[in-house]
């Protein structure tokens, strides 16, 4: 029985870039968690009782471990609620970072046709093939394009002036 082929090294400049955009979708993520916080908690208002403060505290602490797709619906969702103007064009972008995040974190890689390309062994959920060769150049775009989005959605978050801590962030930090 023949052993299974190696994957192909990536280039430490496709690799970079990758690792890049995979940082910036954690850090998107961590924006929407916080988001979706401020957003859900300015909606429940001052006069909460007990029982719908207690009902929205279990629902951010089910937020913690969704993917980054329930997380775009569940914003998507706060921002219709608080009626946030250039919110269909906001989660339109987000959704279609959803689909590049799970391209860059779920394709195998091989060497492209032309020098410095790559070509992503990857199908959707549709069944679809990523067409296109890639080169560090079209990821660092993805990566640009998820931190705009990033920055986007922590304005809204801080338009509603309920602003918590980052994670991983303490008193000395």
């Known amino acids: 029985m023949a052993l299974p082929r190696a994957p192909d090294r990536l280039s430490d400049e496709m690799a970079a870039a990758i690792g890049h955009a995979v940082a910036g979708f954690g850090f998107l993520e961590e924006a ?10 300015q909606q429940l208002g001052e006069e909460a009782d007990d029982k719908a403060l207690q009902r929205w505290l279990r629902r951010m602490e089910e937020i913690a471990d969704d993917t980054l797709g329930t997380l775009i619906d569940s914003f998507a969702a706060s921002m219709r609620q608080a009626e946030v103007q250039g919110r269909d064009r906001l989660a339109e972008d987000l959704r279609a970072i ?3 995040r ?3 974190c779920h394709a195998s890689w091989r060497p492209g046709r032309k020098p410095g390309h790559w070509h992503p062994t990857f199908i959707n959920t549709r069944g679809e093939r990523y067409p296109d060769e890639m080169d560090p150049a079209a990821v660092h775009a993805i990566h640009a394009e998820t931190l705009r989005a990033a920055r986007r959605v922590v304005s809204i978050m801080r338009g509603t002036g309920i602003d918590g801590e980052w994670a991983g962030l303490d008193e000395g930090g």
């Open 32 to 41: 929407l968690k916080r988001a979706i916080f401020s957003l859900s908690r």
């Open 98 to 100: 959803r689909l590049n």
């Open 102 to 104: 799970n391209l860059l």
